[in-house]
Nanobody
Framework: QVQLVESGGGLVQPGGSLRLSCVASGSIFRIGAMGWYRQAPEKECELVASITSSGITDYADSVKGRFTISRDVAKRTVSLQMNSLKPEDTAVYYC???????????????WGRGTQVAVSS
């Protein structure tokens, strides 16, 4: 009922930048918090950045000062601007959205398929 489509991943050199975008579609009544997670090989999935419905943001310590999360409520889009990328940022990045669907009561959590980000020289 809710589909998340991610874009913007790719291969960049250390110090480079990428901008990830995620668009939510489907029978969505309203959207709550939105965020980005990532998972590197043989590591746990971790929160990278999130933004609440009121605009409050949160970042992993490892990306503070380098990444910026933003949203466009009208377009149901959440983006992640990634600057000064490091090799340790290499991972599959997943979009996560809390949404309430028409005909249901309460928010549920939805995930995108993920997009690969590789930082290497």
């Amino acid at each position: 009922q809710v589909q998340l489509v991610e874009s913007g991943g790719g291969l960049v050199q250390p110090g480079g930048s990428l901008r990830l975008s995620c668009v939510a579609s489907g029978s969505i009544f309203r959207i709550g918090a939105m965020g980005w997670y990532r998972q590197a090989p043989e590591k746990e999935c971790e929160l990278v950045a999130s933004i609440t419905s009121s605009g409050i943001t949160d970042y992993a310590d490892s990306v503070k000062g380098r990444f910026t999360i933003s949203r466009d409520v009208a377009k149901r889009t959440v983006s992640l601007q990634m600057n000064s990328l490091k090799p340790e940022d290499t991972a599959v990045y997943y979009c996560n959205v809390q949404a309430e669907v028409f005909g249901t009561n309460g928010f549920r959590e939805y995930w995108g398929r993920g997009t690969q980000v590789a930082v290497s020289s």
